[in-house]
């Protein structure tokens, strides 16, 4: 795949020490580990090739994907979320910590939470102490993918309609070219999101710098 590309990649995440799924686009497979949600909308995912957005690992070697084989690829931490780094861990008081979130009784190992603006997630309760890990919690691990890179689009429209979807959360939207202009018109659901305004910018400046358009 070429620097640029828009593709669907169907895949799943193991871990590379212990086998355990961590993250699959496939139904199947999301039953098959016992990690099946309902509601979700299990589809393959659609991403710009070499835009940065994908860890080192991934990217590469889906540069060397071609559409329909599947790849069985393993990557090593410093290809992947990087080395754990021991100073963005932090022990604090219980008391901090339940000051810190908004229901004390939600917490639990490996839970979210946000300190003084920070982002990490609780690694270790005991004995009044807290311990706050600030790293990806994929650091420090090896992973392995196994993908299939399903099709690359190749139509302007397309192009554009798959970079809105999988990127706002929403469909229905309608795309019309004229020229090299760009004309979207939003679904109705999107009028009501409470982020429309930053999600717009965010999506006109990722089809900007993916498909040729005015």
Request: charged share 25%; with cysteine.
């Amino acid at each position: 795949m070429e620097d640029g590309a828009i593709i669907h990649v169907d895949y799943d995440l193991f871990s590379g020490e212990t086998g355990d799924l961590i993250e699959t686009t496939r139904e199947a497979i999301a039953k098959e580990h016992e990690m099946y949600q309902e509601g979700r909308t299990y589809s393959p995912m659609v991403c710009v090739v070499g835009n940065g957005n994908l860890i080192p690992g991934f990217e590469a070697a889906l540069k060397e994907a071609k559409v329909g084989n599947e790849v069985d690829v393993e990557i090593a931490p410093a290809d992947g979320y990087g080395e754990k780094d021991a100073s963005l861990v932090e022990t604090i008081s219980i008391d901090k910590l339940r000051r810190a979130v908004q229901d004390p009784n939600s917490l639990y190992l490996g839970a979210p939470v946000n300190i003084n603006g920070r982002q990490g997630y609780l690694s270790y309760l005991a004995a009044g102490r807290a311990r706050i890990d600030y790293n990806h919690p994929m650091a420090g691990k090896t992973l392995k993918y196994v993908f299939t890179v399903v099709k690359e689009v190749k139509g302007k429209e397309d192009k554009v309609l798959g970079l809105l979807e999988s990127n706002s959360g929403h469909s229905g939207f309608e795309v019309s070219f004229k020229g090299d202009d760009l004309s979207i018109i939003l679904p109705q659901a999107m009028l009501f999101d409470t982020n429309a305004a930053m999600l717009k910018f965010r999506l006109v400046t990722m089809i900007r710098d993916a498909v040729e358009c005015g």
